[in-house]
């Protein structure tokens, strides 16, 4: 089975601080993706990741970058936390075009 | 472009009864369709998927059809359990060259089974 984990289950924050939010997978991914989703917003898209280094944007990547030193390991940066960040995120990895995505169990960030 | 259109929730039903939830889908190319579960403070599981037109998937009692005429993929269940309730989002995979990469997710329908 496909497993993605991601470093925290809940976190609380401090408006400015940088937060790192960690995702890791076991099934050898070429993709790897950050969504968040809040209520009657559904998930959307903060960024992907095609390879080791290569990103691209999603549909809402201001206030957030990412990282992919690693093809197993895939991060999400808040270079300064403000409260609007407030939300459940979720990470995403997936195999060849046309497979499924498999997620993690996500991480209900709080940012005060 | 491509999307994903499911039917508004919440949905309630009693336990036993038969579960019904309509996708419909814009898209061009030949995507890849996927059903998946979310339940309270957890991720997105994979329920099932179906790969090109006419392919059903099924799992757990849950089956879909790729119904390419229709452009639709609506989920069923023949008897619902109250452990069924949660939130189920349909999804597709892009097929075109600028898009294969990306997810198109629908709204999600939540689903609530009554004993």
């Known amino acids: 089975d496909v497993k993605v984990t991601q470093s925290s289950r809940y976190l609380v924050k401090r408006t400015g601080e940088k937060v790192f939010l960690e995702c890791v997978q076991d099934?050898?991914?070429?993709?790897m993706f950050w969504y968040r989703q809040d209520p009657g917003l559904g998930l959307r898209l903060i960024y992907f990741s095609y390879d080791v280094k290569m990103k691209e944007k999603g549909d809402i990547p201001e206030g957030y970058s990412v990282s992919r030193e690693k093809k197993e390991r895939f991060s999400l940066i808040l270079e300064s936390a403000s409260t609007n960040q407030t939300s459940m995120y979720l990470c995403a990895s997936r195999g060849t075009s046309g497979s499924a995505q498999y997620f993690g169990p996500g991480t209900r960030l709080l940012v005060l | 472009g491509d999307s994903v259109t499911q039917m508004e929730g919440p949905v309630t039903l009693s336990e036993e009864a038969f579960l019904t939830i309509n996708c419909t889908y814009t898209a061009t190319g030949y995507p890849s369709l996927f059903w998946y579960v979310q339940y309270p403070g957890e991720g997105l599981q994979l329920l099932l998927k179906?790969?090109?037109?006419?392919d059903k998937g099924s799992n757990k009692g849950f089956e879909a059809t790729y119904r390419k005429e229709t452009t639709s993929f609506h989920l069923e269940k023949g008897s619902v359990q109250v452990s069924d309730s949660a939130v189920y989002f349909c999804a597709l995979s892009g097929s075109t060259w600028g898009n294969f990469n990306k997810f198109y997710f629908g709204s999600g329908t939540k689903l609530n089974v009554k004993p």
């Open positions: 179906a790969t090109k037109a006419d």
């Open positions: 099934m050898d991914h070429e993709n």
